[in-house]
Nanobody, 116 residues
């Protein structure tokens, strides 16, 4: 069964950048479209970005378009989320999963805190 491990979060000042990584554990990783999601305190988990299985097609939610970029390296079973110009409203736990998300494959996520 696929497992995802997110990393790269941390505390960053407004205007800063982070590059999140999500490592998949199974050989089937490269067969699936992947997505990044986030959940802010007191809010539901929201979709942010998706990338096709071959990495050619990407979609970024309008709220973060121009600041966030999704990419993947199938040789490393890893998908990335480059986040620039981070703002306080980006504070959340960030998760990766299939796209659309598979209910059983949520990992622990990685915390991103944007604060001065």
């Amino acid at each position: 069964q696929e497992q995802f491990v997110e990393s790269g979060g941390g505390l960053v000042q407004p205007g800063g950048s982070l590059n999140l990584s999500c490592a998949g554990s199974g050989d089937i990783f490269k067969r699936f479209d992947m997505g990044w999601y986030r959940q802010a305190p007191g809010s539901e988990r929201d979709f942010l970005a998706a990338i096709s299985w071959h990495g050619v097609t990407t979609f970024i939610r309008e709220a973060v378009r121009g600041r966030f970029t999704i990419s993947r390296d199938n040789a490393k079973n890893t998908v990335y989320l480059q986040m620039n110009n981070l703002q306080s409203e980006d504070t959340a736990v960030y998760y990766c999963n299939h796209y659309p998300a598979s209910r059983d494959y949520w990992g622990q996520g990685t915390q991103v805190t944007v604060s001065s």
